[in-house]
């Protein structure tokens, strides 16, 4: 039977806390109740006030490896799934549990084991969160590249379940390729170690890849040995406001036919700059009806300067070098998200398309409302074509479940995204909102490849169950 299939008994959770208890008393672990209902959500499957989940799942917090290894093995004698997470910042369910079931927190694996300078590596536990590495580093003059919208309470352990991208991705990469080797606890409590602490090598197939992003189906990451590079010498802000969505989505591909590679491009429309001046008392729609805001870094900054600056204003953009603390203000703005109104419902997510098809996709959205009856804006990292949409429709305070047009709009949008050329999600990952989305993306052949690495590695299914695949 396979993995996607079997059914892994669910009676086993009391007598697994008697087991740890008796067989690793020094673990902290608390058991199924009200206290860890928030171990039954993620950031972005959160309930409404009222209508949380009475009982969470039980959690443990092993502070060494050798525990991780205890609870797993425990946890497949019992026959109990184990749900790995990290800071739960989580965007699309991969990280949420049900009550029956035992959630390994990484919290406690929080050490930064090594720096290297000179090899410009470092050597992490899974719960070091990315802002405290890049503090660490940057007195060395380093960084790590990667940086989610979340990077300042998200771990480098749910950065890799995940593949989490963020700004920078544009000219740095997705987490993937910050990542170079990794230590994984697998279903029966072994510990291996895959990938190389060299920036090359193709010695076998390439697990590091295939972990990274698998949202903690195939294992428990407990050490990550990840890329760092040199802070740049210089950054500096350069915004372009447009007197339309239309007119800025299409000003992107201004960007990509100059010779300037920006380390970030972000592209927010008109709703999405109201949305900010709302919640935040800005200016932003005062000075333009759609945004692009790019930073570049490193050297030749002054050149990589003229050459944007007159590719945007040739796009038809109001071009501005920003200021130090005016280009400050612009991206905690564009950081800070957006406001709705605590009587309408939203849906958010992710969908990515080659970064020439951005503007077709922001181009459906009027379609789309009509459809539905619903309002859609969006923010894309326009430098790898990873838009973030959210869907608003007015409802009732509290009306639960959410109106279908909601999901239905958001669907429509996913489907846009692959007619395309795009994928279900670029960064957010699948979880459990979009198992059936991935499902139209995936052809069977591909679908069936995938649970049989599964079944391979996690025969009895023990891992996060119901979850990516």
Same mark, same amino acid.
């Given at each position: ?266 592209? *927010?429309? @008109?709703?999405?700059?109201? !949305? +900010? #001046? ?7 729609? %005062?000075?333009? /009806? $759609?945004?692009? *805001?790019? @930073?570049?870094?490193?050297? !030749? +900054? #002054? ?7 007159? %590719?945007?204003? /040739? $796009? ?154």
């Amino acid at each position: 039977m396979s993995a996607s299939t079997a059914t892994v008994p669910r009676t086993g959770l009391s007598a697994l806390l008697d087991d740890i208890e008796r067989d690793a008393p020094g673990i902290d672990v608390r058991p199924s109740s009200p206290g860890t209902a928030e171990y039954a959500h993620d950031a972005g499957t959160a309930p409404r006030q009222g209508t949380g989940t009475t009982d969470g799942p039980a959690v443990a917090f092993p502070a060494t490896v050798g525990e991780v290894q205890q609870l797993v093995r425990l946890a497949a004698r019992h026959g109990v799934s184990v749900v790995p997470r990290g800071a739960g910042t989580g965007l699309s369910g991969g990280a949420v549990a049900h009550a029956d079931q035992l959630v390994v927190s990484t919290d406690r694996l929080n050490r930064i084991v090594e720096v290297s300078p000179a090899d410009e590596v470092a050597v992490v536990e899974p719960g070091v969160l990315n802002a405290t590495l890049n503090e660490h580093l940057a007195p060395l003059g380093l960084f790590y590249a990667p940086d989610p919208a979340s990077w300042r309470i998200s771990t480098i352990g749910g950065n890799i379940a995940t593949n989490a991208g963020g700004l920078r991705c544009a000219k740095y990469g997705v987490t993937r390729e910050s990542v170079l080797a990794l230590d994984v606890v697998l279903a029966d409590g072994s510990l291996v170690s895959i990938g190389h602490r060299s920036i090359k090598g193709v010695t076998g197939l390439d697990l590091v890849s295939l972990f990274v992003g698998s949202e903690g189906v195939l294992g428990i990451v407990v050490g990550a040995t990840v890329r760092i590079r040199p802070l740049p010498v210089a950054r500096r802000t350069v915004s372009a406001f447009f007197d339309s969505t239309p007119a800025g989505a299409a000003a992107i591909g201004a960007i990509t036919a100059s010779r300037v590679r920006p380390s970030v491009i972000e592209f *927010l429309d @008109e709703p999405t700059l109201e !949305g +900010i #001046d709302a919640a935040n008392d800005s200016g932003l729609r %005062a000075r333009g /009806a $759609a945004l692009l *805001l790019i @930073e570049l870094d490193g050297f !030749g +900054i #002054d050149e990589q300067t003229a050459e944007l600056t007159t %590719a945007l204003a /040739a $796009a038809g953009g109001r071009v501005q070098v920003e200021s130090g603390p005016d280009a400050e203000v612009l991206w905690e703005l564009r950081r800070s998200g957006r406001r709705f109104d605590e009587g309408s419902w939203f849906v958010g997510g992710d969908v990515a398309v080659p970064k020439s098809r951005i503007a077709e996709v922001f181009a459906a959205f009027p379609a789309i409302e009509a459809r539905h009856g619903v309002a859609v804006s969006a923010v894309a990292h326009a430098g790898d074509g990873n838009l973030h949409p959210v869907v608003t429709l007015p409802v009732p305070a509290g009306a639960d479940p959410a109106p279908a047009a909601l999901h239905e709009a958001a669907d429509d949008i996913v489907r846009t995204a692959l007619a395309l050329g795009g994928t279900v999600s670029g960064e957010h990952g699948i979880g459990t909102v979009k198992r059936a989305l991935a499902a139209e993306e995936l052809a069977a052949r591909v679908r069936s490849a995938q649970l049989a690495i599964k079944d391979a590695l996690d025969p009895a299914g023990l891992f996060n169950p119901g979850k990516a695949l």
